[in-house]
C-alpha cells in the first residue's frame, strides 16, 4: 500500500490561507485513479472536502467549500494539494489525504488513507 504524508496544516486567522500537501512515500505499481481530501473535526464524522481525478483533473468539492478552497496536482511530485482561501473558523479539523476512484460523478474513498494534519481557524 502506497504511504500518504499531509502536510501544510496550522494554526491561522480567520480570513486567512493555507496550502496543504499531499505526498506518496513511495510510487506504487499503479497511478491513482483519483486523490481527495477529507477533514473530521472534534465529535464529528469525517466529511468530503474535494477530489480530483488523476487522469483528466476533473474535480468535486463540498459545497461548504465550493469557491473558498482548490484541489490540484502535482504528478511529477506524485502531490496533490489543497489551496485553501477565506478559511473559517468551521474548517478547524484534521485534514486527510485518500486515494481513491470516481463512479460517475461521485468520489468512492479507497483504504488508503494519510495520517492528517491539523488545520485551527481562530475567529
Known amino acids: 500500500q502506497v504511504q500518504l504524508v499531509e502536510s501544510g496544516g496550522g494554526l491561522v486567522q480567520a480570513g486567512a490561507s493555507l496550502r496543504l500537501s499531499c505526498t506518496a512515500a513511495?510510487?506504487?505499481?499503479?497511478?491513482?485513479?483519483?486523490k481527495a481530501w477529507f477533514r473530521q473535526a472534534p465529535g464529528k464524522e469525517r466529511e468530503f472536502v474535494a477530489a480530483?481525478?488523476?487522469?483528466?483533473?476533473?474535480?468535486k468539492y463540498a459545497d461548504s467549500v465550493s469557491g473558498r478552497f482548490t484541489i490540484s496536482t502535482d504528478k511529477s511530485e506524485n502531490t496533490v494539494y489543497l489551496q485553501m482561501d477565506s478559511l473559517k473558523p468551521e474548517d478547524t479539523a484534521v485534514y486527510y489525504c485518500?486515494?481513491?476512484?470516481?463512479?460517475?460523478?461521485?468520489?468512492?474513498?479507497?483504504?488508503?488513507w494519510g495520517q492528517g494534519t491539523q488545520v485551527t481557524v481562530s475567529s
Open positions: 513511495s510510487r506504487g505499481p499503479f497511478s491513482p485513479a483519483a
Open positions: 480530483i481525478n488523476w487522469r483528466d483533473g476533473n474535480t
Open positions: 485518500n486515494r481513491g476512484y470516481f463512479v460517475g460523478a461521485d468520489y468512492t474513498s479507497g483504504n488508503n
